[in-house]
């Protein structure tokens, strides 16, 4: 079976970095998009950044030029690097893989269990 842990989350003061990770596992052939969502108390779950094969990257408006999503897909890992970190950007940052391909099944999505980032001084 696919899983997705996430890493790295926690409390960091505004204008900081955090870099979270996710590393999907279980027999995997092949991941076509690796992304990152967040859902703030109260609020929708929202696309953050999205990583997808051959290298193309979409990033929600609101965190443009301060988070950099990159992958490896050697290890089936992507990374979440936020820079500058608002209290707004506080949520729970669900990591998505789409399209992931087993020997024994094909997942049209699998998520990871989430990963807490609180923004505050």
């Known amino acids: 079976q696919v899983q997705l842990v996430e890493s790295g989350g926690g409390l960091v003061q505004p204008g900081g970095s955090l870099k979270l990770s996710c590393a999907a596992s279980?027999?995997?052939?092949?991941?076509?998009?690796m992304g990152w969502y967040r859902q703030a108390p109260g609020k929708q779950r929202e696309l953050v950044a999205i990583?997808?094969?051959?290298?193309?990257?979409n990033y929600a408006d609101s965190v443009k030029g301060r988070f950099t999503i990159s992958r490896d897909n050697g290890k089936n890992t992507v990374y979440l690097q936020m820079n500058s970190l608002k209290p707004e950007d506080t949520a729970v940052y669900y990591c998505?893989?789409?399209?992931?391909?087993?020997?024994?099944?094909?997942?049209?999505?699998?998520w990871g269990q989430g990963t807490l980032v609180t923004v505050s001084s």
């Open positions: 990583f997808s094969t051959g290298g193309n990257t």
């Open positions: 998505k893989a789409d399209r992931v391909a087993t020997i024994i099944h094909r997942y049209p999505e699998v």
């Open positions: 279980g027999g995997i052939l092949s991941i076509h998009a």
